[in-house]
């Protein structure tokens, strides 16, 4: 086991589930509401205006890898910019985001545009290229983006929804329209993605909030055929690649068996049992509950043990949150799980 690696260095070599001496750590969703830098910047601008300035982008990437000693870097954006590249309105309320009109029929996804992401979104990937020479080469980026099913889930549903009704009518309904609408979707994430790993990102990150919503049969009829065509086309730039779905229990063997390089997990499942699932197919990254930091920095630090220890003598794994954190997070709580996942790597307890 080499102890002479960069952060930069273990992240991908865990990624690869060789044996690393220091556990790589990042907090999804990292940057956000719970650090008044950000706040700062987002009392200038609305949330969109930010997601397309490459500049504010990178400074507010930086703000948590700075604030909290972060060894890796995930670029700020929004998943929901393809969906408006397609054609649809975009808009962020105080009640979440909104896509209008909404997809309900054939008609509806035949009439979505293809893009060229270099044209229509270039954002995320100039983020990355002037976020690489500021994070240096000693820190990892990661690149992001939506799954095809997340994305249809807001699309049909035109904003977010607790029970998916109109996004179920149609798969059930009109499954063959369902189908094509995932096919849509999934051919403009290919350039989507691969231009932030061409920008410079050192992995990429497929984002499913809402896959976790499917049983396993629908799971694998609608979903996996296209994570499995994304993942492997993707898996041509060379770079990891990181596939998080939340809520992912009963869905983590099919996840495994996608050609993820690692599987995000959320803490609703043990680390023993992901890891007896996984089977070594893949690295693990997860998986401690976002809401203990929000009790006291102790507390923080107690859970982040636990979670460390659950994992511990496994190669191939990432600390991370099982989910993004919360913006009501004391952001000295996110500092002691950062501090405490550090000291471990130095004494492994």
């Given at each position: 086991?080499?102890?002479?690696?960069?952060?930069?260095?273990?992240?991908?070599?865990?990624?690869?589930?060789?044996?690393?001496?220091?556990?790589?750590?990042?907090?999804?969703?990292?940057?956000?509401?719970?650090?008044?830098?950000?706040?700062?910047?987002?009392?200038?601008?609305?949330?969109?205006?930010?997601?397309?300035?490459?500049?504010?982008?990178?400074?507010?990437?930086?703000?948590?890898?700075?604030?909290?000693?972060?060894?890796?870097?995930?670029?700020?954006?929004?998943?929901?910019?393809?969906?408006?590249?397609?054609?649809?309105?975009?808009?962020?309320?105080?009640?979440?985001?909104?896509?209008?009109?909404?997809?309900?029929?054939?008609?509806?996804?035949?009439?979505?545009?293809?893009?060229?992401?270099?044209?229509?979104?270039?954002?995320?990937?100039?983020?990355?290229?002037?976020?690489?020479?500021?994070?240096?080469?000693?820190?990892?980026?990661?690149?992001?983006?939506?799954?095809?099913?997340?994305?249809?889930?807001?699309?049909?549903?035109?904003?977010?929804?607790?029970?998916?009704?109109?996004?179920?009518?149609?798969?059930?309904?009109?499954?063959?329209?369902?189908?094509?609408?995932?096919?849509?979707?999934?051919?403009?994430?290919?350039?989507?993605?691969?231009?932030?790993?061409?920008?410079?990102?050192?992995?990429?990150?497929?984002?499913?909030?809402?896959?976790?919503?499917?049983?396993?049969?629908?799971?694998?009829?609608?979903?996996?055929?296209?994570?499995?065509?994304?993942?492997?086309?993707?898996?041509?730039?060379?770079?990891?690649?990181?596939?998080?779905?939340?809520?992912?229990?009963?869905?983590?063997?099919?996840?495994?068996?996608?050609?993820?390089?690692?599987?995000?997990?959320?803490?609703?499942?043990?680390?023993?049992?992901?890891?007896?699932?996984?089977?070594g197919r893949c690295a693990i990254q997860g998986?401690?509950?976002?809401?203990?930091?929000?009790?006291?920095?102790?507390?923080?630090?107690?859970?982040?043990?636990?979670?460390?220890?659950?994992?511990?003598?496994?190669?191939?794994?990432?600390?991370?949150?099982?989910?993004?954190?919360?913006?009501?997070?004391?952001?000295?709580?996110?500092?002691?799980?950062?501090?405490?996942?550090?000291?471990?790597?130095?004494?492994?307890?």
């Amino acid at each position: 086991m080499r102890t002479d690696l960069t952060p930069r260095e273990s992240f991908l070599a865990a990624c690869r589930q060789e044996p690393v001496a220091e556990i790589p750590v990042w907090l999804m969703r990292q940057a956000g509401r719970y650090m008044p830098e950000y706040q700062a910047i987002r009392s200038q601008v609305s949330f969109l205006e930010l997601c397309k300035s490459p500049a504010m982008c990178r400074d507010v990437t930086m703000q948590p890898i700075d604030g909290l000693g972060l060894d890796i870097g995930i670029i700020f954006s929004d998943i929901l910019l393809p969906p408006e590249a397609m054609g649809m309105n975009l808009e962020f309320t105080e009640s979440g985001p909104s896509l209008a009109p909404p997809i309900r029929d054939l008609a509806a996804v035949e009439a979505l545009k293809d893009f060229d992401p270099g044209e229509k979104t270039p954002w995320p990937a100039e983020a990355i290229r002037l976020t690489r020479p500021v994070i240096g080469d000693q820190r990892a980026l990661i690149g992001f983006g939506g799954a095809p099913f997340t994305l249809a889930s807001y699309m049909v549903e035109g904003k977010g929804s607790r029970n998916y009704e109109n996004l179920k009518r149609l798969m059930y309904g009109e499954p063959e329209t369902f189908h094509l609408l995932m096919d849509r979707i999934t051919d403009n994430l290919l350039e989507y993605f691969k231009i932030q790993a061409e920008a410079g990102a050192d992995a990429l990150q497929i984002f499913d909030s809402w896959g976790g919503s499917l049983g396993v049969a629908d799971y694998r009829e609608f979903v996996q055929p296209r994570m499995k065509r994304l993942i492997a086309a993707l898996k041509g730039t060379g770079v990891p690649i990181i596939s998080y779905v939340n809520g992912c229990g009963h869905l983590l063997n099919m996840m495994a068996d996608s050609g993820a390089d690692v599987v995000a997990i959320d803490w609703r499942i043990e680390a023993a049992d992901a890891i007896k699932i996984v089977a070594g197919r893949c690295a693990i990254q997860g998986n401690m509950d976002p809401a203990a930091l929000l009790a006291t920095p102790e507390a923080a630090i107690r859970e982040t043990k636990k979670c460390l220890a659950a994992f511990d003598g496994h190669d191939g794994f990432i600390f991370n949150l099982g989910s993004g954190i919360l913006k009501w997070t004391p952001v000295p709580a996110a500092k002691a799980v950062v501090d405490t996942v550090r000291a471990w790597r130095k004494d492994g307890k």
